[in-house]
């Protein structure tokens, strides 16, 4: 993985110096709360419901074993012993005191992390495939792009102070799994019939209070212009992105407002003016951070061992959910799912990360990724030693094979602890994994993403669930909208609202009927979502309404 | 009490007059969700009778708002060729629309771009647009809600001169330049990104 020279760990040190400076002028009264609010967001500090929160970036969710470790000591010195994985790759800390966060960056500053552009109206952490460099079907790996936009958008001046957030997400693979169509910016690495490295361009999708997905605004583009190319975008973005309303100042807004075909006219013809100018990339910078991002040195495949346990119920679930094909022969990757209904969602303790740590180092060449989905993810596994990790991983409860079902459900923190939420999404989670903690009936109505959001901001990207979740505010209580039939990959697509909201005891009752009319209704080898496509929500609506289709 | 302003990473004395326009007499209503693209953010222009009553000194060097300066510019052509002349922009204005009524836009010895808001980061792009776009060689001056903390970005988006806002001391001010040493990517301040620098 990249690793920081002189220049990146000044930048990281002057940045924290200067943060320093800052808290201690707001707390000085020399920067008022409005002030300082951008800036402390900037550094991923929120002021949240109990304690401020703090967003730590994990830049493209790729971790060292020494970083988990730093973030475990981090959650035991200054919170209160875990950590919560985010659905853009990043962890977040729910119970940091003001006055410590200086402290806890120079912690991070000591591992090369940051917790820089988490939040704020900037360009956010770059997020990409969590199986980026290891999948079978991957075409290019996008690992050392994302490294090479991460920092030129690191401080970038020109757009340090955007309309609002902007996320990039960038894949490389023919299966997208960055969800690239629901970003502000979503990247597709290809290679042309010629062979040559090749961008396809997607701009203006998102999640958030209007869904909506990207448009292509370059269907081909050589990758010396990937920077000038997001550049010309986001000044007009910039320049013209409404700033009078926060709720309308997203990209997306923009490209809708102005159509694709003038939008993509207005960053055509300023891009003329920047194209090929200093921040065209090169085949010296490429390779620069391209190297940092070899092959491991993987073994000859070994012995067959797994065929040993075939008759293990128990591992073999878990085989068949939380492992993934590898590209190399011999070799898997592994999800450690953080979807126990144990914890909440994402959630890891700092003895379960430190546990990760030391199987990542033993087993997985001492790396460690998030994904979206919020899990942990040991990338290149050897087969053979599959089972030692099952064992090991299955003492700290990373083990359940939910990978993919039902009670794998991506959830934001919720009102719980987010001060944006109008409802609680954990218990949610929860209630629903309780109810379905059979994993013979799991594995049997299979694959079925369940997102949960607190709020319309959609963290848990509750639109491309197949089964969404949103929490809404009714006369000061905690309703939930249901929507069936979003997607996310290359079919993405948004759900539609089945009918009025739910309280939350209805909850569980509600989505048993839901997989109920899926069971009564599929085909052989129907996946869930694929059957509401080919149904539509009409006889769902029916079983959870009633006749009527009222409540 | 000291100057607000720095200039070129000082403080100076400041040598020029910001001419205000009189208020609008009419409350200007937002045309959102109207495609013409500068009205999307909303913000009024000035109105044809704040140009004209826009009253200003006969010598000296004086900053006009730019729809007043075109509304007089050829009896200005003197004042110009003086350097007394220098152009006040807002955030909102569309720089392409005027950039060619204007034959030479290096004769004008400053141009300043006026920030209502802090986090209104359109100035950066205009930064750059008009120093790399248009050109512009002269004083580059930020006015408005300029503070400490984005001058670092407004340096390497172009501007050289720094009008601080009044109630802050721009002897602190001044350290916010100074902020990062090496940037990694390439922008007006330092052209060439880092890696096509120094050797990585």
């Known amino acids: 993985m990249y690793k920081y020279d002189t220049l990146d760990q000044t930048l990281v040190n002057e940045r924290v110096a200067q943060y320093e400076g800052q808290l201690t002028r707001f707390l000085n009264k020399e920067l008022t709360e409005e002030e300082f609010r951008p800036l402390r967001l900037q550094n991923g500090l929120y002021i949240q419901r109990h304690a401020p929160m703090l967003r730590v970036a994990i830049p493209y969710g790729l971790l060292s074993s020494s970083q988990l470790i730093k973030l475990a000591d981090i959650a035991d010195k200054f919170d209160r012993g875990y950590g919560h994985f985010s659905t ?13 966060t200086p402290k806890i960056l120079k912690e991070l500053a000591k ?7 988490t939040s704020g109206n900037c360009i956010r952490n770059i997020t990409t495939d969590q199986f980026a460099g290891v999948a079978p079907d991957e075409i290019i790996d996008p690992r050392y792009l994302a490294e090479i936009i991460r920092q030129w958008s690191t401080f970038h001046p020109e757009f340090a102070l ?4 902007f996320k990039i997400a960038i894949t490389g693979s023919s299966k997208d799994r960055a969800i690239v169509q629901a970003h502000d910016i979503g990247l597709e690495i290809f290679a042309n019939n010629k062979n040559e490295m090749t961008v396809k361009v997607w701009v203006g999708g998102g999640l958030g209070r209007t869904p909506i997905l990207g448009s292509v605004i370059k269907e081909s583009l050589s990758w010396k212009h990937m920077l000038t190319y997001c550049e010309a975008i986001l000044r007009i973005y910039n320049l013209y992105g409404r700033r009078d309303n926060m709720y309308k100042a997203r990209i997306k807004i923009l490209v809708k407002s102005l159509g694709i075909e003038k939008f993509k006219q207005l960053v055509d013809k300023e891009w003329e003016t920047i194209k090929d100018g200093p921040n065209t990339l090169d085949e010296l910078e490429i390779n620069r951070v391209k190297a940092f991002f070899s092959e491991p040195n993987y073994k000859s495949r070994g012995t067959d061992e797994l065929s040993k346990y075939t008759d293990n119920k128990q591992f073999s679930q878990w085989l068949l959910r939380c492992t993934h094909k590898h590209k190399k022969l ?5 999800t450690l799912s953080l979807k126990s209904n144990e914890q909440a969602p994402g959630d890891a303790t700092s003895d379960q990360m430190r546990s990760v740590a030391e199987l990542a180092e033993q087993y997985s060449f001492g790396e460690i990724r998030v994904s979206h989905e919020q899990n942990l993810i040991l990338a290149d596994v050897l087969e053979d030693d599959l089972f030692e990790l099952w064992e090991k991983a299955k003492v700290q409860k990373l083990t359940t094979p939910n990978i993919g079902l039902l009670t794998d459900i991506i959830c934001c923190p919720g009102g719980d602890f987010c001060s944006l939420a109008n409802a609680k999404s954990i218990p949610i989670a929860k209630s629903i994994q309780d109810i379905f903690d059979d994993m013979d009936y799991l594995h049997d109505i299979g694959e079925i993403n ?11 990207h509750h639109h491309v669930g197949h089964i969404g979740i949103l929490g809404v505010d009714k006369d000061g209580s905690e309703w939930y909208q249901v ?7 290359n079919f993405a697509s948004i759900g539609k609202v089945i009918g009025p909201s739910f309280s939350e005891e209805e909850m569980p009752e509600v989505i048993k009927k839901i997989i109920g009319t899926y069971v009564s209704n599929r085909h052989p080898d129907e996946n869930f979502i694929d059957c509401v496509s080919r149904i539509g929500i009409d006889p769902f609506k029916k079983e959870v309404y009633g006749e009527k289709g009222k409540k | 009490m000291s100057s607000q302003l720095i200039l070129n990473n000082h403080i100076a004395n400041d040598e020029w007059q910001l001419i205000e326009p009189p208020k609008a007499q009419e409350e200007v209503k937002k045309q959102a969700g109207k495609v013409v693209i500068f009205k999307i953010t909303g913000e009024a222009s000035l109105n044809q009778d704040q140009i004209e009553k826009t009253t200003f000194p006969k010598s000296g060097k004086i900053i006009l708002p730019i729809q007043v300066l075109l509304h007089h510019q050829k009896a200005l052509m003197d004042r110009i060729a003086k350097k007394e002349i220098g152009i006040w922009i807002e955030t909102h204005e569309e720089i392409n629309s005027f950039i060619d009524k204007i034959d030479d836009i290096n004769k004008f010895s400053l ?6 808001k802090f986090a209104d980061g359109r100035i950066f792009s205009i930064g750059n647009m008009l120093r790399m776009k248009y050109k512009f060689k002269n004083e580059l001056r930020a006015i408005g809600d300029v503070l400490r903390d984005q001058l670092f970005f407004l340096k390497r988006s172009g501007f050289n001169s720094f009008l601080i806002r009044k109630d802050r001391d721009a002897n602190d001010a001044i350290l916010g330049l100074t902020d990062f040493s090496t940037p990694y990517q390439g922008a007006v301040d330092q052209q060439k990104p880092a890696w096509k620098i120094i050797k990585r």
């Open chain 1, 88 to 100: 853009r790759q990043n962890i977040q800390f729910n119970w940091p005191k003001l006055e410590d």
């Open chain 1, 450 to 460: 369940l997102n949960i959001s607190g709020c319309m901001n959609a963290c848990g």
């Open chain 1, 162 to 165: 955007l309309p609002r957030k």
């Open chain 1, 483 to 489: 929507t069936l039939g979003g997607n996310q990959g």
């Open chain 1, 111 to 117: 591992v090369e992390m940051h917790a820089i552009q």
């Open chain 1, 330 to 334: 011999g070799y898997r990757s592994v």
């Open chain 2, 111 to 116: 141009i300043s771009v006026n920030v209502r």
